[in-house]
């Protein structure tokens, strides 16, 4: 596995790779020998799209060398029990995706829910999880135009990746349905206060009929008098 290694401030390592799915079976396999005990003294470990951070790195400049002689498997993910959210496909966007694909609007909600995805890392908002697992013809565009506002418990797929607004944003993904109970998505009382953090793994479940249409387009919603946080100009196009 080509990778490269830099070192972050005092005690860290960003390790970096060429795709995503290096960078997720990296990931795994992190994970894989932190639970059999052997990887060494690692206070965090924080995935992205192509990198891996491993932060509190007692012997930073040993692990380092160490990486490159890993056997990491391609295709590799972390066991552990899977996250099933229920989903009504009826997102505002679900005609334009069944364009995309090359299906019928029925056939997009039980493509979509057929797979199982990974969280690959977290971004953007708070409990906002980037899940991998759409193969490549299934990938989609971001909207030519942001909406000002995305509710929470969109389900919504951009580029590879799927995900769930766990909290009302401005985005620019694809909007095809809506999980009905987001609130635990993100859960301060909560231990652990995401629900999707990265490796867990996700099933989308269909509850209910589809029902295209029955909820409006956020897009043509007023944002006046709206509560959003401040978002930088470069997150409006997530």
């Not at 029990?81 to 029925?106: F, H, N, Q, R």
Request: charged content about 20%.
């Amino acid at each position: 596995m080509s990778l490269r290694v830099r070192t972050a401030g005092r005690h860290a390592l960003l390790v970096e790779f060429a795709d995503a799915e290096h960078a997720g079976a990296f990931h795994a396999e992190v994970l894989r020998r932190r639970g059999a005990g052997v990887l060494p003294p690692v206070r965090e470990i924080v995935p992205g799209a192509r990198t891996v951070l491993l932060d509190g790195v007692a012997e930073r400049d040993a692990l380092a060398r160490q990486l490159g002689e890993w056997d990491v498997p391609l295709g590799a993910v972390a066991d552990g029990d899977v996250v099933t959210i229920p989903v009504v496909y009826d997102g505002p966007d679900l005609a334009e995706v069944a364009k995309l694909w090359g299906l019928s609007e029925e056939d997009v909600a039980a493509r979509h829910a057929s797979y199982t995805y990974r969280v690959a890392f977290c971004g953007f908002a708070p409990g906002f999880g980037y899940l991998a697992g759409l193969p490549e013809e299934l990938h989609v565009p971001r909207r030519a135009t942001p909406r000002t506002r995305v509710p929470a418990g969109a389900v919504a797929v951009a580029g590879g990746y799927s995900a769930v607004y766990p909290r009302a944003t401005p985005g620019g993904w694809q909007l095809i349905g809506t999980m009905p109970d987001p609130g635990v998505l993100w859960d301060v009382a909560r231990e652990s206060a995401a629900l999707l953090a990265p490796g867990t793994r996700v099933r989308f479940a269909p509850a209910g009929l589809t029902t295209r249409g029955s909820a409006p387009d956020p897009a043509a919603q007023s944002p006046q008098g709206l509560d959003l946080p401040d978002v930088p100009e470069s997150e409006l196009g997530r």
